[in-house]
């Protein structure tokens, strides 16, 4: 079991362009969820879907961000015209939600640097 | 939005002492996860609590199962490995989204 895979786990990009970041939840999970981390604000929610129907983006900044996820095999996180603020880990994580258990398993984050 | 307040935010203890970490929500929630960050940045998960305590090894944690406010997370005997950033995690449902105390970074010393 390979875990939650993340690509790339280093991003830079310049002021005003767009990133894409991919999450490969663990073979046979049904929910995947992102979060993001940064000094100031700690660790936030942005976005989760459960057998890749969207349930709750409440976290989500309203403009330029988007998420989805195409299939059961990956989820990606895009940021249109990119901002400094936006810099942060970004983390995805998934569950299985079968045994009782809700775990949620991490992966080891996008680095996204924006100039 | 519902908060979780998480103490000490940083804390250092000898090998072989124990401690206790604690985590207050403002509301009640359904589930507490407990994860330990490395020193590159991994979320590794120690415990997930829809109820009561679970132990492994070193690590016991305990979630308030009467009104579901409170968690903590006792560390026993520590080792120069226990050190990291700990950080606990609640859910106001059993597979919802994870809101993050503000973690606790702990050093082991020798």
């Known amino acids: 079991n390979a875990g939650v895979i993340q690509t790339p786990r280093h991003k830079v990009t310049g002021k005003g362009q767009e990133a894409t970041l991919w999450c490969e939840p663990i073979s046979g999970h049904s929910a995947v969820f992102w979060y993001r981390q940064t000094i100031v604000q700690g660790l936030e929610f942005l976005t989760y879907f459960r057998n890749q129907a969207p349930i709750d983006d409440s976290g989500m900044p309203k403009e330029r961000f988007s998420a989805q996820m195409p299939n059961q095999s990956h989820s990606t996180l895009k940021i249109q015209s990119t901002q400094p603020q936006d810099s942060a880990v970004y983390l995805c994580?998934?569950?299985?939600?079968?045994?009782?258990?809700?775990?949620?398993?991490f992966g080891p984050g996008t680095r996204l640097t924006v100039l | 939005g519902d908060q979780v307040e998480q103490s000490p935010s940083a804390l250092s203890l000898h090998e072989g002492t124990d401690s206790a970490l604690r985590c207050n929500f403002t509301?009640?929630?359904?589930?507490v996860q407990w994860f330990r960050q490395n020193s590159r940045g991994s979320l590794i998960s120690l415990f997930y609590l829809a109820s009561g305590t679970k132990e492994n090894g070193r690590l016991k944690s305990a979630f308030d199962s009467k009104e579901r406010r409170y968690s903590t997370l006792h560390i026993r005997d520590a080792q120069l490995e226990d050190s990291g950033t700990y950080f606990c995690?609640?859910?106001?449902?059993?597979?919802?989204?994870?809101?993050f105390g503000s973690g606790t970074k702990v050093i082991v010393l020798p």
């Open positions: 509301t009640t929630m359904r589930s």
């Open positions: 995690a609640a859910g106001r449902g059993f597979a919802s989204a994870l809101t």
């Open positions: 994580a998934s569950s299985s939600d079968w045994g009782g258990s809700y775990e949620q398993y």
